[in-house]
């Protein structure tokens, strides 16, 4: 396993539901992020934080909301979804946010929003 | 514009058989490029990362080629297992914040006995 979890792995929510998704990692990383992957899609970065602090944010809708309580843990409250937003949701984690570092990635939570 | 443009989409291969799969970017300016592996429902791994002076780089029987002139990667699968079935992703650092990377779509490998 590459020291990054997610949970749960599987989510159906209805669109007036409202949900969190978690990850954390184990690598004592200081960057954690959120990606986004749809079907035959590049993976779509949506939020970057750097020490608990959002420096990210690629004009995601409001109705996900990201919170980093500490670098350890990384949350995405989710509400009031969209059909278009069922996809596979990546967490992942790097020893910066620079380019050069590996990004490690949890496995995912496939989302489905009914 | 960046963009990172892989191909084929999917490819079927006999085990025991090479491949080459290909990744052409238009990223400007560039710092690295990286080969991810991703198996069906699981996160990407990272097999091999180069940066602008480095042409090859291998690990185990996946090897990277990069040209830097003609904005080309390759990624070789040498005797192909079953268990190189997964999607292969090309990413690439793109103008930008740190952090900001271009992926590719990917080439979905399937390799049959």
């Known amino acids: 396993e590459t020291g990054v979890t997610q949970t749960p792995r599987h989510l159906v929510m209805g669109m007036t539901n409202k949900k969190s998704l978690k990850c954390e990692q184990h690598l004592g990383h200081n960057a954690m992020y959120w990606y986004k992957q749809s079907a035959k899609k590049p993976l779509e970065l949506m939020f970057v934080?750097?020490?608990?602090?959002?420096?990210e944010n690629n004009s995601v809708p409001s109705r996900f909301s990201p919170e980093c309580p500490n670098s350890s843990h990384l949350f995405l409250h989710l509400h009031t979804l969209q059909p278009e937003d069922s996809a596979l949701y990546l967490c992942?984690?790097?020893?910066?946010?620079?380019?050069?570092?590996?990004?490690?990635f949890g496995p995912g939570t496939r989302l489905t929003v009914l | 514009k960046n963009q990172v443009e892989q191909s084929p989409q999917s490819l079927i291969i006999l085990e025991g058989k090479n491949c080459t799969l290909q990744c052409n970017y238009t990223v400007s300016p560039f710092s690295n490029l990286r080969w991810y592996k991703q198996d069906t429902g699981r996160g990407p791994v990272s097999l091999t990362i180069m940066t602008f002076s480095e042409n090859t780089k291998s690990n185990g029987r996946y090897t990277a080629t990069l040209d830097a002139d003609t904005k080309q990667s390759s990624l070789h699968i040498t005797a192909s297992q079953l268990s190189d079935s997964a999607s292969y992703i090309c990413?690439?650092?793109?103008?930008?914040?740190?952090?900001?990377?271009?992926f590719g779509k990917g080439t979905k490998l399937s390799v049959k006995p």
């Open positions: 992942a984690s790097s020893l910066e946010v620079h380019a050069y570092n590996e990004q490690f």
């Open positions: 934080y750097n020490f608990k602090e959002q420096t």
């Open positions: 990413v690439s650092k793109g103008g930008g914040s740190q952090g900001n990377l271009i």
